[in-house]
């Protein structure tokens, strides 16, 4: 055979072919930046695909996630976990036929307890008020809490399909009872990404418990290990050797930069199984990326004195310092652009929420911590324009029974406890939702969790049914087969 004669190859060197590609590249590199831009100010419209979203390929989507179902109200979620179950007859749904009733033989059918040592009726040890405009009624347990009722939306109706606090946990934090699957927060980046590339899309405020369950509450299941929750413990350096020597900063950059060249180099031999290594590599740089924001964003020194006073920082209660503490960092971490924030409790020298006795003094020292930082946080957030973007969600993983365990405690009740959502499209000043006469179980308006989720995602411009991910032969979803979104307490 012959080859053909009429085929003359024209070679080009290197300068004349990036003289010749200039414009190319910096187009592509122009498309890139506006599409992440797009992504993060959720300005995008539906996604092509009517039922699900398209799965991540490029290791670069875990910033700019997918794009939007619908007009988001919220683009942050700040999640202040009640850890243990806090009393809904004792806080937000006041119940005067207890106090009738007190000491006296419960009126209703009781369901099997945790611990099984049920007493008499037990009224709440605290008042109740009404607030605001709305007129809506706090236990004299939050005093700050209470003068934002207005912006509150108060669900009284949720249940729990678990009445033990680790299967509860899991339920509450992953949409399913038993541990491995993906948490909301890693759900939230894995749809939408994350506006800020120099933090984790998902922090985690450790006050100092962590809930029964462990760990695997703020996981990331089977999504990408990108989108697990960053636990920050409380003090100045909330991630262990944040902080290199300075003499080893360069040397630092250039092991990386071997390792990321090393991965590249293996996942090229991979033919496109590479999620674990590109994981990997997003985890390593964005390490790297942190040694510089998290001090700045850790050091309060340019906040003012009445706001450091207002979180209850200087306050004489150290469990309130550290809850004060952890609170402000949740505000300064939405105004980076860190997607799902979760604080968890302080130790108060009592058993979390969980008031098998004692309810009074356990209940009290609880409130005293999270109360005064809570009210500071919604002011906050509103006086900075934020708290309409900010979804903020106040809750247990389940209630508590109206009803004695023992004398003077409450067992674990999932039938019907009260939580309460505030800003990112919240509609203020409004109940959803009731409990029996007694607050033991719901009767109008019933909820269960993946309700709360599928209505957080809504607001958060995600439709629950379609942010899917393919594991296990099915497209798994935060809320499973189940969720719907609560339209009553949508602005």
């Known amino acids: 055979m012959f080859p053909c004669r009429r085929l003359s190859l024209n070679p080009i060197n290197r300068r004349q072919m990036l003289r010749q590609t200039a414009c190319g590249i910096g187009a592509v590199a122009l498309s890139t930046l506006l599409n992440e831009e797009a992504n993060s100010a959720g300005r995008n419209h539906l996604n092509a695909d009517p039922f699900k979203f398209d799965q991540l390929t490029n290791p670069q989507d875990h910033f700019s996630g997918h794009p939007l179902h619908h007009t988001a109200s919220a683009k942050s979620v700040i999640y202040l976990y009640m850890d243990g179950g806090p009393s809904q007859v004792d806080s937000f749904d006041p119940k005067p036929r207890l106090a009738k009733e007190n000491g006296q033989v419960f009126g209703l059918k009781m369901e099997p307890t945790q611990f099984n040592n049920n007493g008499k009726t037990l009224a709440s040890p605290w008042t109740f008020q009404q607030y605001g405009q709305s007129g809506i009624p706090v236990s004299s347990l939050f005093p700050n809490i209470a003068k934002h009722v207005d912006k509150l939306a108060v669900i009284r109706s949720m249940t729990s399909n678990f009445s033990e606090h680790t299967n509860a946990n899991y339920f509450l934090h992953t949409g399913n009872g038993f541990q491995g699957r993906p948490s909301m927060g890693a759900w939230a980046g894995y749809g939408l990404g994350s506006e800020s590339k120099d933090l984790p899309g998902f922090v985690v405020l450790n006050g100092g418990l962590i809930p029964p369950g462990g760990m695997d509450c703020f996981g990331s299941g089977f999504l990408p290990a990108s989108f697990q929750g960053s636990l920050f413990s409380n003090g100045p350096m909330p991630v262990a050797n944040i ?94 652009g860190v997607r799902f924030i979760e604080v968890t409790c302080p130790a108060v020298g009592t058993d979390r929420w969980d008031q098998h006795s004692g309810l009074k003094s356990g209940h009290e020292a609880n409130s005293l911590a999270v109360d005064q930082p809570i009210g500071a946080l919604l002011e906050d957030l509103e006086a900075r324009g934020l708290l309409d973007e900010t979804l903020v969600v106040w809750s247990g993983e389940f209630g508590r029974t ?35 006469e007694y607050g033991y179980k719901a009767v109008q308006g019933k909820l269960q969790i993946h309700d709360l989720h599928a209505t957080m995602l809504h607001l958060l411009g995600v439709d629950h049914k379609r942010l899917t991910y393919r594991w296990g032969g099915r497209d798994m979803r935060l809320t499973d087969v189940h969720g719907k979104v609560v339209q009553e307490v949508i602005a």
Request: glycine share 10%; proline share 5%.
């Open 243 to 336: 902080q290199p020597p300075e003499k080893v900063a360069g040397m630092q950059r250039k092991k990386l930069d071997l390792i990321r060249d090393l991965d590249q180099m293996y996942t090229q031999s991979m033919q496109g199984q590479t999620d674990p290594i590109e994981t990997a590599i997003l985890n390593y740089e964005l390490a790297y990326r942190m040694q510089d924001k998290v001090p700045q964003l850790m050091d309060l020194a340019n906040e003012s004195k009445s706001t450091i006073s207002s979180y209850g920082i200087d306050s004489g209660n150290s469990a309130t310092q550290i809850y004060g503490r952890q609170c402000l960092i949740a505000r300064r971490l939405v105004e980076q």
């Open 402 to 436: 109206p009803f004695a365990q023992g004398s003077d405690g409450r067992d674990h009740n999932p039938f019907g406890f009260s939580l309460w959502m505030a800003g990112g499209g919240v509609r203020g000043g409004t109940i959803y939702g009731a409990t029996d």
